[in-house]
C-alpha cells in the first residue's frame, strides 16, 4: 500500500522577525532558517514520517537550492525516485517573514513546479497505479494533477485535493467532480461556494453544500476551530485539539499528510479526520514546515492524553 504525492517542493527562507518590515523599510532581524517547504513535499514528509510508503512525484529546479531540497526530502525517508531535475527551471523558493507574534507575508516563485505537466504524470504513472491514496495541491498546474488523479481514481484509488493556496481567480466547481475528497479552509470554501465559513456549524453547512455539488467527501477546515466532515453515510463537527500554537505554517499539509496516511491505513473518515486534526494541531507547536510534522509515536501519545 503506498500513498502518492503530485506536487511542489520549494526550499524555504525564512527571516524571524522582531515585527514585519514596512515597504521601503530595511529592517534587521533575528536570525534566519534554511528549510524544505512546498505543499507537496511538506504532505508527502507528514505522511511519511507517520509511516505510509511515500511516492513523491515533483520537479526541483538545476540552481543551487535543488540540493539542499532534495537532501532534506531524503532525510525523512522520502525516496527520490520520481523526482526530476528541470533543466531550464530554478526550484521554488518561499521568502517567509514571520514577525514576533507570528504572524507571517510570503512571496512565492514556483520556479520548475509550474512547469509540471503531463510528462510528469508518465513518469509518475506506475507509482499512480498502484496508489491507494494520492495527494494533490495547487502550487503545480491543476490540469496535470488532475491528470495524475484520473489514473489512481481508474485504478480504485482515493484522490485527495487540498485546494491551497486559494487561487486568486477563483476554482472552477467542477474540480469536485474530479476528486474523492476536497479539504478547504475557510477561504477556501468562500471561493468554492461564494460564502464563507465562520462557525463550526457553518463548517458543517458547507461541507454537505460542498458535496451536494459533486464531491463525495468534504473536509471543510476552520484552523483553532476545529473542523466539520460531510462523507457518504457519516458527517460531523470535529472540535479541536488544545494546543500552545507556535508556527501555523504547513498546519494544512500535516492534516492532509495524515489524513491520507490514517485512510491508507483503512481508518474510518470520521476517525482518520481526527487523527488527521491531530496531526495539525501538534504542528503547530514546532517550527518549520515539512520539519514540524509529528510522527505517528507522537500522535498516538498525544491522541492517547487527548
Ligand atoms: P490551512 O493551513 O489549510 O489553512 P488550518 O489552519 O485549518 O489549515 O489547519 C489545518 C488543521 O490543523 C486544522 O483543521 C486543525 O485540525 C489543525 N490546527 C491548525 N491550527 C491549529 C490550532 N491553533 N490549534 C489546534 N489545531 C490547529
Not at 525523512?76 to 514571520?98: C, F, P, R, S, Y
Not at 490514517?262 to 491531530?278: H, K
Request: aromatic share 4%; hydrophobic share 45%.
Amino acid at each position: 500500500m503506498t500513498i502518492a504525492v503530485f506536487g511542489s517542493i520549494n526550499m524555504d527562507v525564512t527571516a524571524y522577525m522582531l515585527r514585519l518590515p514596512e515597504p521601503g523599510e530595511t529592517l534587521h532581524g533575528a536570525e534566519y532558517k534554511l528549510g524544505l517547504g512546498g505543499k507537496g513535499a511538506n504532505q508527502a514528509v507528514a505522511a511519511r514520517k507517520l509511516g505510509s510508503d511515500v511516492r513523491f512525484i515533483c520537479r526541483l529546479g538545476s540552481d543551487d537550492f535543488a540540493k539542499p531540497a532534495a537532501r532534506e526530502l531524503s532525510s525523512h525517508g522520502v525516496d527520490l525516485g520520481l523526482v526530476a531535475t528541470d533543466a531550464q527551471g530554478a526550484t521554488g523558493l518561499a521568502i517567509i517573514n514571520v514577525g514576533q507574534n507570528g504572524e507571517n507575508y510570503i512571496s512565492l516563485i514556483g520556479g520548475s513546479n509550474l512547469r509540471m505537466d503531463g510528462s510528469d504524470v508518465a513518469r509518475g504513472r506506475a507509482a499512480l497505479e498502484q496508489a491507494k491514496v494520492l495527494l494533490v495541491q495547487l502550487e503545480v498546474p491543476l490540469d496535470a494533477a488532475l491528470k495524475a488523479g484520473a489514473i489512481v481514481r481508474a485504478h480504485g484509488g482515493i484522490v485527495i485535493l487540498d485546494p491551497a493556496p486559494a487561487p486568486e481567480k477563483g476554482l472552477p466547481v467542477n474540480v469536485l467532480g474530479q476528486v474523492d475528497i476536497i479539504t478547504p479552509n475557510e477561504k477556501e470554501t468562500a471561493l468554492l461556494l461564494g460564502w464563507q465559513p465562520v462557525t463550526p456549524e457553518d463548517a458543517f453547512k458547507a461541507a454537505k453544500e460542498l458535496r451536494a455539488k459533486g464531491v463525495g467527501t468534504a473536509i471543510v477546515k476552520l484552523g483553532a476551530r476545529g473542523l466539520a466532515v460531510a462523507a457518504p453515510g457519516a458527517e460531523a463537527i470535529i472540535p479541536p485539539f488544545k494546543v500552545t500554537a507556535i508556527d501555523t505554517v504547513a498546519a494544512g499539509d500535516s492534516f492532509n499528510g495524515g489524513l491520507a496516511h490514517a485512510l491508507e491505513r483503512g481508518m474510518p473518515i470520521l476517525e482518520a479526520a481526527r487523527f488527521a486534526a491531530a496531526c495539525g494541531a501538534l504542528s503547530t507547536t514546532k517550527k518549520g514546515a515539512a520539519a514540524a510534522a509529528p510522527t505517528r509515536t507522537e500522535v498516538e501519545a498525544f491522541l492517547a492524553s487527548a
